[in-house]
C-alpha cells in the first residue's frame, strides 16, 4: 500500500476555540490560526485539522453544528476560511475540517422543521417515534442521559446518542444522505483536503430493543446495542458515502472508530477502504470502565508499550493508524502515560519519540508539540465540559466522595486538553487580549512557545527533529512504509521495536527512572535521535538513562 500523498504526511490537530483568539472576545479564531501557519509550517506540520467551527450553540464544543454551510462568527467569516484554505496552500499545507454528520444540533433548520410539522420531509432527517409508545429503548447516551426525548411541541419522541441537544439523524432515508454528500462535496470543492470524521460507526442504529440496566437508572450503556449493530449496513452507508465524495476528490479521511471494529480493519483501511486512516484509541481508553471514569484503572508503562504494539500487530502493513498521543476528548497524553512524579523535559521527549515512530500517520495535538500538561481542575464550577459534568455526577451516585469525583473529572476530563494555547509567559500566555473562555493553565510561566523556541534542547526543538527524521529523503521509506517488529517484549519498562524498510532503525526508550542496559542485535551506525546528550556503551551494551530514548540506525 503506498503511493497515496498523505502517507508520509504529519497532522497537527487545532481546538480553534482555544488556539489564538485575535479579536480580543477570548475566544480563539481563524485570523489566529493564519498567523500561526508559519509557526505550524516551521514545525513541520503538513495537515491541519480543525475541530469544528461551524455555527453552533457550542453544547458540545461545536459538535453540535446548526449550520453544515457555515462559520460560526465567533471564530471569524467564511472569507477568513477561504483565507486560511489559499494560504496553507502557498505553504504546501492542507486543510482537514471536522464531518460531524451523525447528528446535528437542536437548532439546524431541519431539526426545527421537524418540529413544525413531525410528519413532513424533515421529520424523516430524524429518528421520530410516538411518546405514546414509550421509551422505545433504555439506553444510556454517551453523556450519560436516556438517549430519547420529547421532540418540542409535538406527541413524538426523538433519538440522540449524544447530548438531547444533538438530535440523531437518520442515515436510513436516502434524500438525508445526498443532503450530506452533497455537503460534504460543496467544501471539498472549496479546497479543503479532507475532513475528520466524528462518530461515524453511530450512523447505522442497532436494532431498537432494550438490554439489561447495569445502573441503577435502569439504563443499559450504549455499547451494549452497538455489540450487535449492523456492520454490513453500516459498511453499505460509508462505501456511498466514499464514492459519492471522497473518492472523486482523493480526500485524506480519518474517522473515529473505535476499537470493537478491529475485525473489520481491512474494510475501513485497507487498499480500497472506506477512509484512509483511522485513530489507534487503544492506550487513550486503556482501563476504560462503563461505571464511569471514578472507575478507570491506571494505565503503566507496559501497559502503554503493549496497547501500541498490540494495535500494530493487527494492523500490521494493511493500512495506516492514526498514532496520537492525545486530543481534545481526552487529558494530555503526557500526564497520563508518564508517572506523575517522573513528568519532566526528558520523559515527555520519550514518550514523543517511542509514539511518533510507529507505523502509521503521527497526529501532534496543538500543545503537546510543548509538552502541555492537565489543567489544574481544582472545583468543579470551573468545567466546562458536558461529559465531565456528567462523570462528576455518576461518580457522586456511585458512592464516591466530592473529592473523589473531583479527582476523577482532575484526571480524564477533557478540559484538560481544552486550555489555551500556551504562547508566551505574558497576559493569559499570549492567547487572548481579553478574557479567555477558559482559564490558562498556570505553568504558562514556564511552558510556552516563546521559551522553547529559544532552548535548543526543548520539547519544540525535540519535536522538530522528530519530525524532520521523519521526512530525511535518507529515512521517509522505512518509516512511512518500512515493517515494524516489537523486541524484548519481555522487558520491564522498556519498549523498543525496529523500522525496517531499506534502512533499518532501532527505537528504544527506557521507560523509568533507573537506567536499564541493552545489546542491539547489530552495530550501531549512526545516532539519529537522542534525548540526551551522550550515549553510555561499553562493548556491544547501551546503557540507557532515566527516560532515555534513542533512535539508531543499525
Ligand atoms: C467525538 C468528538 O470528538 C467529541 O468531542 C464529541 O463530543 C462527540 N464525538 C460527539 O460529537
Redesign the pocket.
Known amino acids: 500500500m503506498t503511493g497515496k500523498w498523505w502517507q508520509n504526511k504529519i497532522v497537527y490537530q487545532i481546538y480553534p476555540k482555544s488556539f489564538l483568539d485575535t479579536d480580543g472576545d477570548g475566544f480563539g479564531d481563524l485570523r489566529g490560526i493564519i498567523s500561526r501557519l508559519d509557526y505550524l509550517k516551521d514545525l513541520g506540520a503538513d495537515i491541519l485539522w480543525l475541530?469544528p467551527i461551524y455555527p453552533s450553540p457550542l453544547v458540545?464544543?461545536g459538535?453540535?453544528i446548526s449550520d453544515y454551510y457555515g462559520i460560526d462568527p465567533r471564530y471569524g467569516t467564511m472569507d477568513d476560511m477561504d483565507e486560511l484554505i489559499a494560504e496553507a496552500k502557498k505553504r504546501d499545507m492542507y486543510i482537514l475540517m471536522?464531518l460531524?454528520v451523525?447528528?446535528c444540533s437542536d437548532q439546524h433548520e431541519w431539526f426545527k422543521k421537524a418540529c413544525e410539522d413531525p410528519d413532513g420531509k424533515y421529520g424523516h432527517f430524524f429518528y421520530l417515534r410516538n411518546q405514546s409508545e414509550g421509551l422505545p429503548t433504555n439506553w444510556r447516551g454517551?453523556?450519560g442521559s436516556r438517549v430519547w426525548d420529547p421532540l418540542p411541541g409535538t406527541d413524538r419522541q426523538y433519538l440522540h446518542l449524544?447530548?438531547k441537544e444533538?438530535p440523531d439523524l437518520n442515515w436510513e432515508n436516502p434524500e438525508l444522505r445526498e443532503e450530506i454528500y452533497k455537503m460534504i462535496n460543496w467544501w471539498l470543492d472549496k479546497g479543503l483536503a479532507g475532513f475528520r470524521i466524528?462518530?461515524i460507526v453511530n450512523i447505522k442504529k442497532p436494532p431498537f430493543v432494550n438490554y439489561e440496566a447495569d445502573r441503577k437508572d435502569g439504563l443499559c450503556s450504549i455499547h451494549v446495542p452497538f455489540a450487535h449493530a449492523d456492520t454490513e449496513g453500516l459498511g453499505a452507508f460509508l462505501a456511498e458515502m466514499k464514492e459519492k465524495t471522497f473518492a472523486p476528490h482523493d480526500a485524506f479521511t480519518v474517522a473515529?472508530v473505535a476499537g470493537e471494529y478491529e475485525g473489520l480493519l481491512s474494510d475501513f483501511v485497507g487498499e480500497d477502504g472506506y477512509f484512509s486512516s483511522i485513530f489507534d484509541f487503544r492506550a487513550s481508553i486503556f482501563g476504560k470502565s462503563d461505571k464511569g471514569w471514578y472507575d478507570w484503572a491506571e494505565i503503566t508503562p507496559d501497559d502503554f508499550r503493549n496497547c501500541c504494539f498490540e494495535s500494530q500487530r493487527i494492523i500490521g502493513t494493511d493500512g495506516f493508524y492514526a498514532n496520537i498521543l492525545e486530543?481534545?476528548?481526552q487529558p494530555r497524553g503526557v500526564s497520563r502515560f508518564i508517572p506523575g512524579e517522573d513528568l519532566c523535559d526528558t520523559s515527555k521527549k520519550m514518550l514523543a519519540a517511542l509514539y511518533f515512530m510507529l507505523r502509521g500517520i503521527p497526529f501532534i495535538y496543538q500543545g503537546q508539540e510543548i509538552g502541555m500538561e492537565n489543567a489544574a481542575i481544582d472545583s468543579m464550577d470551573r468545567v466546562n465540559d458536558?461529559?465531565s459534568i456528567d462523570q462528576y455526577q455518576v461518580a457522586l451516585n456511585a458512592g464516591c466522595t466530592q473529592e473523589e469525583a473531583l479527582a476523577a473529572v482532575q484526571r480524564l476530563s477533557?478540559d484538560n486538553g481544552r486550555t489555551p494555547m500556551q504562547w508566551n509567559d505574558g497576559q493569559n500566555a499570549g492567547f487572548t487580549r481579553g478574557t479567555p473562555w477558559m482559564d490558562v493553565n498556570r505553568n504558562c510561566k514556564t511552558i510556552n512557545v516563546r521559551a522553547q523556541e529559544k532552548d535548543p534542547d526543548s520539547v519544540l526543538n525535540f519535536y522538530k527533529k522528530l519530525i524532520a527524521l521523519r521526512k530525511d529523503p535518507d529515512y521517509q521509506e522505512t518509516l512511512v512504509y518500512g515493517t515494524l517488529e516489537p523486541i524484548w517484549e519481555d522487558r520491564h519498562s522498556l519498549m523498543a521495536y525496529t523500522r525496517t524498510g531499506d534502512r533499518t532503525l532501532l527505537v528504544v526508550g527506557n521507560y523509568q527512572k533507573k537506567a536499564q542496559s541493552i545489546e542491539p542485535d547489530a552495530p550501531v551506525k549512526k545516532i539519529l535521535i537522542n534525548n540526551y546528550p551522550d550515549v553510555d556503551t561499553e562493548g556491544n551494551s547501551i546503557t540507557l538513562k532515566s527516560y532515555q530514548v534513542l533512535i539508531l540506525e543499525l
Open positions: 475541530c458540545d464544543g459538535y453540535d471536522d460531524v451523525n447528528h454517551h453523556f449524544f447530548a444533538q466524528d462518530a473515529e486530543n481534545h476528548d458536558v461529559d477533557r
